[in-house]
Every structure is written in C-alpha cells, then in structure tokens.
C-alpha cells in the first residue's frame, strides 16, 4: 500500500523559510502527480503546488503562493519536497502531501488543485508562522 509520510513542520516568523519533505513508500507508480495542499478548521482544503513525476517537472501552484514556494522531487530520497519562503501568518496551516492522477493535468479545475482527485494522502505537518 503507497504511504506518505510529511515532515519539515514547524513554527517560523513572518518573512523565513520552512522545507517540507514528503517521503513515499510503497508505491509502484511512474508518471504521475503529487502535491502539497493545505487546510484549516472549518476550510475547504487548498491545492497548494503540484508536480507531474515525468522528468520534466511540469508544476502548477496556487496563485497565492507563487513566487514564494518552490515544489520539487528527489528522486534519490524518493521525496517531494516544498521550500516555503517569505511566510506570512496566511500559511499557517496543517500541509498535507497526496498523490493524484497519471496525468499532467494534476487535477486542475479552473487553475485550483482538486483535493478530490487524489487518493493517497499524508497524516499532515503543522506550519504556524507568527508575525
């Protein structure tokens, strides 16, 4: 059975930088999508980034986060990392990492990552950012 597990959460101020690491284990697929979204109590749950795992890195990120975080795979670690830079309290949230479809379109729907189409997800790392 494919695991996810996150790391890398932590409290930051407003302005730093936080690396979240996403190990995957288990899983036998080529080709597909991960991705980071985010979610608060009460809150739809927000694509944040997204990654198509076909070499070429074909990513796609929220529009509040562009800019600022950076989504990567570590093939070696089998790892998909997130480097969150220039923090603001807004990111302050439990970040969950999934894996989604075989396709390059990664879920997208109206340029949102669709928590629904993907099926393996991660038991979530807290990021709290204080001004």
């Known amino acids: 059975q494919e695991q996810l597990v996150e790391s890398g959460g932590g409290s930051v101020q407003a302005g730093g930088s936080l690396r979240l690491s996403c190990a995957r284990t288990?899983?036998?697929?080529?080709?597909?999508?991960m991705a980071w979204f985010r979610q608060d109590p009460g809150k739809e749950r927000e694509g944040v980034a997204a990654?198509?795992?076909?070499?070429?890195?074909?990513?796609y990120y929220a529009d509040s986060v562009k800019g600022r975080f950076t989504i990567s795979q570590n093939n070696a670690k089998n790892t998909i990392d997130l480097q969150m830079n220039d923090l603001n309290v807004d990111d302050t949230s439990l970040y969950y990492c999934a894996a989604g479809p075989p396709n390059p379109g990664c879920g997208r729907d109206g340029g949102r990552i669709l928590a629904t189409e993907y099926s393996a997800w991660g038991q979530g790392t807290q990021v709290t950012v204080s001004s």
């Open positions: 990654l198509y795992t076909d070499g070429d890195h074909r990513i």
């Open positions: 288990g899983g036998t697929r080529r080709n597909y999508c």
